[in-house]
Structures are given as structure tokens and as C-alpha cells.
């Protein structure tokens, strides 16, 4: 069992940055690759990166390629998600979470766990 909280959304002004964290509880964590998923309002909910097990590997969505970056702390079960250069499409709740796979995917179905989301508001 993993559980999964998000932290670090607020508001910031387009051009800016912020910095998500997806902590984990539970002694498997490093078993397990995450991913990032957001849900502006009125649409459906949409991959925006991922990490391996390891760390070794990361994807991304084209939309936040060259601007995002996830990377993971295994000793501190943490994998974060820096965001710069935001703009208002990137307006959206964030969620992490979980699958027991070393390679993660894009298909929100496939995963196992997640947290219970954080706002992101970029204003123009």
C-alpha cells in the first residue's frame, strides 16, 4: 500500500515557477514509478510527466516538454515536479501517483495509487 500527498500549488503570475512534491508513505516506494496527471476545469484529466523506479528515465507530455522536470528521492520517498516558464493553460489541479511498474505510462487506468491533488493557478 502507498499513499500519496501533493504539496507545493498556489498561485503565480504567467513566466513564473513552482515546485510540486508527491511524498510517499510506505516501505516500497522505490518499487513503484510515478506519475503527474492534471485536470483543468471542465476536461478530462491528462498525463504531464513521469519517472521510472530508479530515476533513470523521465517522460513528458509535448505541452510541458522543456519547461517541467521530475525527478525522485527514493531515500526520501519525494519525487517533485519543477515548473517553469508557467503559463494560464497550465491551470490545472495536479495529482501524483503511483504504479507498480519499474516504466510508467501516460494511461491514468494503469495506475495504482493516488494522491489527493494540489492547485496550480497561473494568472496572464
Known amino acids: 500500500q502507498v499513499q500519496l500527498v501533493e504539496s507545493g500549488g498556489g498561485l503565480v503570475q504567467a513566466g513564473g515557477s513552482l515546485r510540486l512534491s508527491c511524498t510517499a508513505s510506505?516501505?516500497?516506494?522505490?518499487?513503484?514509478?510515478v506519475g503527474w496527471f492534471r485536470q483543468a476545469p471542465g476536461k478530462e484529466r491528462k498525463f504531464v510527466a513521469a519517472?521510472?523506479?530508479?530515476?533513470?528515465?523521465?517522460y513528458y507530455a509535448d505541452s510541458v516538454k522543456g519547461r517541467f522536470t521530475i525527478s525522485r528521492d527514493n531515500a526520501k520517498k519525494r519525487v517533485s515536479l519543477q515548473m517553469n516558464s508557467l503559463k494560464p493553460e497550465d491551470t490545472a489541479v495536479y495529482y501524483c501517483?503511483?504504479?507498480?511498474?519499474?516504466?510508467?505510462?501516460?494511461?491514468?487506468?494503469?495506475?495504482?495509487?493516488w494522491g489527493q491533488g494540489t492547485q496550480v493557478t497561473v494568472s496572464s
Open positions: 501517483a503511483a504504479i507498480r511498474r519499474t516504466i510508467p505510462g501516460a494511461d491514468e487506468h494503469d495506475y495504482d495509487y
Open positions: 510506505g516501505r516500497t516506494f522505490s518499487s513503484y514509478a
Open positions: 519517472i521510472s523506479w530508479s530515476g533513470g528515465s523521465t
